[in-house]
């Protein structure tokens, strides 16, 4: 029962990676990474075998600071520049989507050659694709914003190892961890909200001026 | 008595934020950075030995990268509370606030025994730094913060991934516990060597990413050309050795464990490529500030080049960490001076310095001296006792790029700094313009170059000691 409910979650997750990768309008592009988070919660419930106090603890804190609070800050952050989408991307968006394909090729690919320690082999290719496909959407749009959101994808992926494959890393760290994450998007936003303000436009692309001359 | 190391500078920054009065500000801070090292001090006088099973603990290492952030935060805070009088950036109270916690959170790293915890203290060092870099609110300081955040950030997220595989190596040894130093490093034989290796190449991504090794260093003349100096001085001083402190901690693992001939390539390759780097952008560069961005890329390729290399430059990569530490803060620093006097870090632009600004001028020179590798100072000593490991160890051929890129990045060094300091002024009349310079300014910057000085012509025994036996966990050994 457990085992297939994972297999599910870990379809939904890649599923949430390239919704993101080949949506342009960014209300929706949050509402998927937030969708991504609260599988994130639910499957480390699942995964974890017996459920403890300080697992739904942490499960609780990942669904309200990656599904809640950081997708209605960064709503917050298009609200007040007024952007609605990502407009030219460095990399179109059916390329996006075959540059995510071939990932999930990769990660299928580096996962077949790891130590065959993990409980269950869905687990390692479906994180690095999502750490994959974030680091593609970090590094082809160009609005700061849709960057943010490809951190937070990448970070996503890892801490999808992080609650699969890791033996019980203790719970202090687990919050630890959580918070700085948090922390780091909000000091993100807050930039993106001041490069706005400051060139009329949220796209680094302006962010060209410091260069080796 | 360690946990006070994180709790006072974080206690402290709460009350900074508090506190209104802008000169109170900064007695506290100085008050919480003199704190700071007369307990670290006082740490020095019995071998430190890690409690088992604590997070939290002292091993000869912590104590070194301690030290070296202690001293270098001194200064900084120091010449900050004269900083703050005569420019008053905005929000004042988060920049005093940010540096209390940066405080915090390197102490943090130093004393972590557990390698997640070490991942949250070095997260934490480089958020509290972000509102500082962008202190001056225009639009270069905002492309700076933002190419900073997003590289530290994956740089970050790469190095907990590797936290993630190591645990994952572990989960064979089931009487072991999670990622404890003491027990990945005594029970490293039974860690799973695939987890260990994939572990061992994002930790040297990652934690390369924050010390800004090449190709992974971009970020860093941006970030270092526009934050104010004295937060240069803490990025290129303690932040660079908090995160080599990283590479160290899975070095020894994986030293334990036996992977020496998987890593060692990889450390080489690092070290090498970052030295070629830096030196092809120091040769032409223009910017003075963005000039020690680039020294200290290849200052970061030296560490991992001595850890690559093994034996005497094991040592000589722990020696190198505090040498450097304490001079980037230094020069940062003096540095700064000119650069707040000629108003413009353009090297072309900033002329007959020697005059202008006497005692930061001389402090410049011997910066540019000490951070080259000359006699006598410490650097000399670390620097050759790298090569030196080299030879050792069958590798002239390093060896000999080594010397020759350092040759290079001499030149180039030496042609800035003089035309800074020598070159005559354009208009006569300005050579008139001799400025008083504030003490703090110019005490700081000299405290630091002084124990530089010191190390290049005498190493006491408890740090001799000290270094010898973090060199061996280094799979290395003293000379």
Same mark, same amino acid.
């Given at each position: 029962m457990t085992h297939s409910a994972t297999q599910l979650l870990l379809l939904l997750v890649v599923l949430t990676d390239f919704a993101v990768l080949g949506t342009s309008r960014l209300s929706a592009c949050i509402r998927w990474i937030a969708f991504q988070g609260a599988l994130l919660g639910v499957l480390s419930l699942v995964v974890g075998g017996e459920i403890s106090w300080n697992a739904v603890l942490l499960a609780a804190g990942t669904i309200v600071v990656k599904a809640i609070v950081l997708p209605a800050f960064l709503r917050w952050a298009i609200r007040e520049a007024a952007i609605r989408r990502e407009v030219?991307?460095?990399?179109g968006y059916l390329a996006s989507v075959l540059l995510g394909g071939a990932a999930l090729g990769v990660a299928f690919g580096v996962a077949a050659s790891m130590p065959a320690s993990v409980r269950d082999a869905l687990v390692v290719p479906v994180a690095l694709v999502t750490l994959m496909i974030g680091m593609i959407i970090l590094m082809t749009r160009l609005k700061a914003i849709t960057q943010v959101i490809g951190y937070l994808m990448l970070e996503n992926g890892v801490y999808l190892f992080g609650i699969t494959l890791a033996r019980r890393v203790p719970f202090l760290i687990e919050a630890g961890v959580l918070l700085d994450v948090f922390v780091g998007v909000f000091i993100m936003g807050i930039v993106v909200f001041h490069i706005n303000r400051e060139f009329d436009s949220i796209s680094s692309a302006n962010l060209s001026e410091l260069r080796e001359s | 008595m360690d946990a006070l190391l994180i709790a006072v500078p974080i206690v402290g920054a709460v009350l900074a934020y508090l506190t209104r009065a802008n000169g109170w500000r900064s007695a506290m801070l100085i008050a919480i950075a003199a704190f700071h090292s007369a307990v670290v001090v006082s740490l020095w006088r019995r071998a430190p030995t890690p409690i088992d099973g604590s997070w939290i603990g002292l091993d000869d290492l912590g104590l070194i990268v301690l030290s070296v952030t202690s001293a270098v935060f001194l200064s900084v805070a120091v010449y900050a509370a004269a900083y703050l009088r005569s420019n008053v950036p905005r929000g004042g109270r988060v920049f005093v606030s940010c540096l209390l916690v940066f405080l915090g959170a390197t102490s943090l790293v130093a004393l972590s025994q557990h390698i997640a915890l070490l991942w949250v203290g070095l997260e934490g060092t480089t958020l509290s730094l972000a509102p500082l870099i962008y202190s001056r609110h225009d639009r270069r300081s905002l492309e700076a913060v933002w190419k900073y955040l997003v590289l530290s950030s994956v740089g970050i997220a790469l190095a907990l991934l590797a936290v993630f595989l190591l645990a994952a190596a572990q989960a064979s040894d089931t009487g072991a516990r999670t990622l404890l130093l003491t027990d990945l490093t005594a029970r490293a034989t039974r860690l799973d060597a695939g987890w260990l290796r994939a572990a061992y190449v994002f930790a040297l991504a990652g934690f390369g990413t924050k010390m800004g090794l090449a190709p992974l260093h971009t970020w860093k003349p941006d970030t270092y050309g526009e934050a104010p100096s004295l937060v240069g001085g803490l990025l290129a001083g303690t932040l660079t050795t908090c995160a080599f402190l990283g590479v160290a901690r899975f070095t020894q693992i994986a030293t334990a464990a036996g992977l020496e001939p998987f890593v060692r390539p990889l450390l080489i390759a690092a070290g090498v490529l970052s030295l070629v780097i830096a030196a092809a952008f120091i040769i032409g560069q223009s910017d003075v500030k963005r000039m020690l961005a680039y020294s200290s890329v290849e200052h970061m390729g030296l560490l991992v080049l001595g850890l690559g290399v093994g034996g005497v430059g094991a040592y000589g990569s722990v020696l190198h960490m505090i040498n450097n530490g304490l001079i980037k803060g230094a020069l940062f620093l003096a540095v700064g001076n000119l650069v707040l006097a000629a108003g413009t870090a353009v090297a072309a632009d900033m002329r007959g310095m020697r005059m202008a600004r006497p005692a930061s001028a001389f402090l410049v020179l011997a910066g540019l001296f000490a951070i080259t590798g000359s006699p006598p100072f410490g650097l000399f000593v670390s620097e050759f006792s790298i090569i030196d490991g080299a030879l050792q160890q069958d590798h002239p051929w390093i060896a000999g790029i080594t010397v020759v890129m350092l040759t290079l990045i001499f030149v180039g060094l030496a042609r800035m700094i003089i035309g800074i300091l020598y070159a005559p002024t354009l !208009?006569?009349? !300005? !050579?008139?313009?001799r400025g008083r310079e504030r003490p703090s300014f110019v005490i700081a910057p000299a405290f630091l170059t002084a124990i530089v000085l010191m190390f290049g012509l005498y190493i006491p025994p408890s740090l001799q000691a000290a270094l010898a036996r973090a060199a061996v966990t280094l799979g290395g050994h003293s000379p």
């Open positions: 030219e991307p460095l990399v | !208009e006569p009349h !300005e !050579e008139a313009a």
